[in-house]
């Protein structure tokens, strides 16, 4: 089962070079954490990259949301990211068509595949996207993450567009691009060779008021397969957000070993 093998061990299966890149960065930094840096504003979005940056393996933007949007935030972005070692996932989303999706990615104001190491990309339109994300690139090592399921409560996913969705992740010519699968379960895929990255934790609520389902991080990673947590608001909004960065690092962390242990 792949949960039980460490990230070393997956690092050596991963057919991604940029899955195989976090999962070294995961065992060697020790931590499964990804920050969701869901900010409007860049400076608090550096803050918070600054503070939390030596505790997460992975810091995800929604980088439409950014008000002052700048080439400049970018690039102490990218800054940050070299400095503490972590990777950079644009949480896009992307649904389009394969030509519309080639160009949302590498053009418009936010050229995300320039700065991006990750994007996420939603199943619906078919293996198209994935084909359509690829054509965008230059030679950048990149790597998408397929949604195979969504955290929000009446979400439209049945089982069988997650079956189709993991097939697309791990069969055909362009799986070195597929790093990860977003999802909500430990039976969602098997491949050890792709990281399931696990949004809707938190430590105290169980669910916000649009929609949102919260689990504790010993949850996620230990029952329902999590390899790499995701945390905003459980963050965020802390009274103390580097402690809580490392509260959260800790108790995943620990869920992790636990779990390679048995
Ligand atoms: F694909 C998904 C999903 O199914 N649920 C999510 O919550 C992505 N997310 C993202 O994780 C969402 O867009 C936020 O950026 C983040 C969760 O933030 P929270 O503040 O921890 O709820």
Known sequence: VRTRLTYETRANLAKSPLAKRLFNLMA??????????????????????????????????????????SDSFISSLQTLAKQHNFVLMEDRKFADIGNT????????????????????????????IVQGL????????????????????????????????????????????VAGVVCQSSNCFAFPGLIQLTPGVKINENVDKLGQQYQTPEHVVKQLGADIAVVGRGILQASNPQQAAINYRDRLWAAYTERVAK
């Open 101 to 128: 999706v080639s160009l949302q990615y590498s053009k418009g104001i936010y050229k995300i595949s320039s700065w991006a190491d990750l994007v996420t990309a939603h199943t619906l339109p078919g293996r198209s």
């Open 134 to 177: 690829k054509a965008a690139l230059e030679g950048e090592e990149r790597g998408v993450f397929l949604l195979a399921e969504m955290s929000s409560s009446g979400n439209l996913i049945d089982d069988k567009y997650k079956e189709t969705s993991v097939k697309i992740a791990t069969e055909g010519g362009d799986v070195d691009f």
């Open 28 to 69: 060697n930094k020790q931590t499964n954490l990804c920050l969701a840096a869901d900010l409007t504003k860049a400076a608090d979005i550096l803050d918070m990259a600054e503070k939390c940056g030596p505790y997460i393996c992975l810091l995800k933007t929604h980088v439409d949301i950014v008000e002052d949007f």
